[in-house]
């Protein structure tokens, strides 16, 4: 167990429809990342909050939002899925925003569209 | 592009052999990274080394930094059929970025 907890494990659903991913980060860091994961595409960088703010942005489509809340869990919402939207979806925290200790990864979500 | 290029794509080797993979970049770091990746899931931050560091061990794990050819290796001695994973480097800068990832280095060993 890394600390990092992501919910759900497994998702399935149809095109057209909306999802949301959670992310609780390691105790104690302030900063959450988002990653993409497809096997076409490798590890692509979506989003970073720290301390509930957005601190930097990748290559994340407009349909796709999230945000960080008081308690420092990140949620990240994609909504009119869409069949290549189908990867594993990551997120990873850290004590500095810089990340310059390291990351911590969660274990993932694997998100199906059908 | 702050991201790392992994070099071979792909590796395999006998078990008690030693696996080199490189790691190329281009922007000036602060340190960089190297994480594992076992199939499926998230993947486990393994060494940091720091740009005034040009060696670095962490029990079977070897990594060199050049920063004058903007080169990182990752040696591991000793491999163990475990050891089969991908691997990445992420080179770690100033300023506002993330760390991104490249394709990695895939790792087989076999038993």
């Known amino acids: 167990d890394s600390g990092v907890t992501q919910t759900p494990k497994h998702l399935i659903t149809a095109t057209g429809q909306r999802v949301t991913l959670r992310c609780s980060p390691r105790s104690g860091d302030l900063s959450v990342y988002w990653y993409q994961q497809s096997l076409d595409q490798g590890l692509q960088f979506l989003i970073q909050y720290y301390n509930g703010e957005e601190r930097a942005k990748g290559n994340i489509l407009e349909r796709f939002s999230a945000q960080q809340f008081p308690d420092l869990h990140s949620e990240l919402n994609l909504s009119s899925l869409e069949l290549g939207d189908s990867a594993l979806y990551f997120c990873a925290s850290s004590v500095q925003p810089t990340g310059n200790y390291g990351y911590t990864f969660g274990s993932g979500t694997r998100l199906t569209v059908v | 592009s702050q991201q790392g290029e992994e070099d071979p794509q792909a590796l395999s080797i006998q078990e008690g052999e030693n696996a080199t993979m490189n790691c190329s970049y281009k922007?000036?770091?602060?340190?960089l990274q190297w994480y594992r990746q076992n199939s499926g899931r998230g993947l486990v931050h393994l060494i940091l080394i720091r740009s005034n560091e040009r060696e670095k061990h962490s029990g079977r794990l070897r990594v060199t930094l050049d920063t004058s050819k903007k080169s990182s290796s990752l040696l591991i001695t000793a491999s163990r059929a475990a050891d089969t994973a991908s691997y990445f480097c992420a080179p770690g800068g100033t300023g506002r970025r993330a760390l991104t990832f490249g394709s990695g280095t895939r790792l087989q060993v076999q038993p």
């Open positions: 922007t000036s770091i602060n340190n």
